[in-house]
């Protein structure tokens, strides 16, 4: 059973196109996470939900809408794509980062390759 | 500065010993991590250090951590084919909410 897994795995869509990429975990963790990996590989933390409330919004441009309906998911909704949208976008859950002694330790998806054209 | 630094790329041969360096940005980050990525995956947890250790041992791994200077190294043991992969050196920063800021990774190649 596939830990963190993610949808589609491949993406590639028009400029000025909607997309979602949806995530789901079956690990039980409370707290999910979406990542921007470049073409460089650098890894850029996005958003992350707990229990399904906002805890991180990092500066990303309004057109990325996460949404998580319950703890198991945190789907990405990206409006009006720009090719600079291009890149690798990898869902992660952990534990809940508030409980006494969690080391942090993120369960990565394997990541949904969008590209715009 | 903002981001984690690491080398982009280490060739080593098969046998030797490999060291992928990091340099981290905040003194105050609790957990430092070495996660490991092959072609077409995700990131996995190779192994982690709290702040208040200096070193690690696990297996072929080796986890050093020098907190004056935020360097944190990963050296492999016997370094196989296998372990080809990007390795990407993570902070902790500190706060309730687990952000973890990554590097760049460093793209080991093992060659016969």
């Known amino acids: 059973d596939t830990a963190v897994s993610q949808t589609p795995k491949y993406l590639v869509t028009q400029m000025g196109n909607d997309k979602s990429i949806k995530c789901e975990q079956n690990l039980g963790h409370d707290t999910m996470y979406w990542y921007k990996q470049d073409s460089k590989k650098f890894l850029k933390i996005m958003f992350s939900y707990n229990n399904k409330e906002l805890i991180i919004n990092e500066t990303v441009p309004n057109r990325f809408s996460p949404k998580s309906p319950d703890k198991a998911h945190l789907n990405l909704h990206i409006n009006s794509l720009e090719l600079g949208d291009s890149a690798v976008y990898f869902c992660?859950?952990?534990?809940?980062?508030?409980?006494?002694?969690?080391?942090?330790?993120?369960?990565f998806g394997e990541g949904s390759r969008l590209t715009v054209l | 500065g903002e981001d984690v630094e690491q080398s982009l790329f280490l060739s080593v041969r098969e046998g030797d010993s490999s060291v992928i360096n990091c340099t981290y940005t905040d003194s105050s980050s609790t957990y430092l991590y070495w996660y490991k990525q092959e072609p077409g995956a995700g990131l996995q947890l190779l192994t982690y250090i709290f702040s208040n250790m200096d070193m690690k041992q696990d297996q072929r791994l080796t986890v050093l951590l020098n907190k004056k200077d935020k360097h944190l190294s990963l050296r492999i043991a016997d370094t196989q084919t296998g372990d080809s992969a990007i390795y990407f050196c993570a902070e902790r920063r500190p706060g309730g909410y687990n952000k973890l800021i990554f590097g760049a990774g460093t793209r080991l190649a093992v060659h016969p």
């Open positions: 992660a859950s952990s534990q809940n980062p508030g409980l006494a002694g969690n080391t942090g330790e993120l369960f």
